[in-house]
């Protein structure tokens, strides 16, 4: 494995400070379903640490480059001390914002490009791309809650009624919304070459077989079976109710979409291998596991990507791993 190196600079509010030959270990990481990205650094134990002059109080931030490259950049939340005289601290980006503040929300036909713009604007975060998306949410609302929250509910009912998936991530200066569809990388990680381990995982506990959408007085609107399945494993229903009036095409739609996503079983694979910096929760790989018969794009919905200190190399450096979890792209859960 190629020896590379990291930097990491420390901002404080009497200026910036490169800490890079401090640190031991940095676990850079995000996964589908929480709002930030983190970074959690292990300085060496050393009597020097202190030269650090992290303080978690004083609002410290730290950035991350990887041979030179900026991969994050956020604030210092969380430190932790020991009597070993190590210290760890626990950077989040820009998308904390959207999960540690609290407010009230409501607004009517708005598109999911329009609530995240809005909210973005209201914390006063920096937008970058935002995707587009023609779809108008008949209301969306939420009292006392987070951006995150509301955002998450914009982002369900967009797929539910449309069948296309969004993502939010924070780079080093700006949050984004994307199209998940519209962030496929090349990256090939596969078994034999760049792969160090792999476990698939099949559950099929709460696959359903039915689903079934409800009106007015629990009127039945549409029945959608999938009849394969259900000689499997007998019925397994779920209802859902539509939150506005359709067309006959588009309950039909909508049903498809739900079973489609209920149908699957929570398949997925967790796999370790040689680092690729792009290949993030959002983002998609293309995996080959031969003894599997595995070769096809995967979403990433969790990643940690691990950079150590090579203590058994005269020359310094930085070994990069990555541990992913991954789930094919038609079979991605809600």
């Known amino acids: 494995m190629d020896e590379q190196q990291i930097t990491l600079i420390l901002v404080r509010s009497d200026g910036m400070f490169d800490i890079t030959e401090l640190v031991e270990k940095i676990e850079w990481g995000g996964r589908k379903g929480a709002a930030p990205r983190t970074a959690q650094v292990t300085l060496l134990d050393s009597s020097e640490y202190e030269r650090s002059g992290i303080d978690v109080a004083e609002g410290h931030s730290l950035v991350f480059y990887w041979n030179g490259v900026g991969l994050f950049g956020g604030m210092v939340l969380k430190q932790d001390d020991s009597d070993e005289r190590i210290i760890n601290v626990t950077a989040y980006d820009l998308c904390r914002y959207l999960s540690n503040n609290h407010d009230s929300f409501s607004y009517e036909n708005k598109t999911l490009p329009y609530i995240f713009k809005d909210i973005c604007n209201r914390f006063n975060l920096p937008i970058g791309e935002v995707a587009e998306c023609s779809y108008k949410i008949d209301e969306m609302s939420g009292l006392v809650t987070t951006p995150w929250d509301v955002l998450c509910d914009a982002m369900l009912e967009t797929f539910q009624y449309t069948g296309e998936r969004y993502y939010i991530y924070a780079d080093m200066e700006k949050i984004h919304l994307i199209k998940r569809a519209d962030s496929m990388i ?149």
């Open 186 to 334: 090349n990256w090939v990680v596969e078994a034999g070459s760049n792969l160090m381990t792999y476990k698939r995982t099949r559950d099929y506990s709460s696959i359903a077989t039915r689903v079934k959408l409800i009106g007015e007085d629990d009127k039945l609107i549409l029945l959608e079976v999938d009849e394969e399945l259900e000689s499997k494993f007998g019925i397994f229903q779920e209802v859902e109710k539509p939150k506005k009036d359709l067309s006959s095409a588009k309950y039909k739609q909508i049903a498809q979409n739900k079973l489609k996503l209920s149908g699957k079983p929570d398949c997925y694979i967790t796999i370790t291998g040689i680092g690729i910096t792009d290949c993030i929760s959002g983002a998609s790989l293309h995996l080959i596991i031969p003894e599997l018969d595995i070769s096809n794009v995967y979403y990433i919905d969790e990643d940690t990507h691990t950079f150590a200190a090579n203590k058994a190399s005269i020359n310094g450096g930085f070994n990069h791993t990555m541990k992913l979890k991954v789930r094919l792209t038609n079979e991605i859960q809600g």
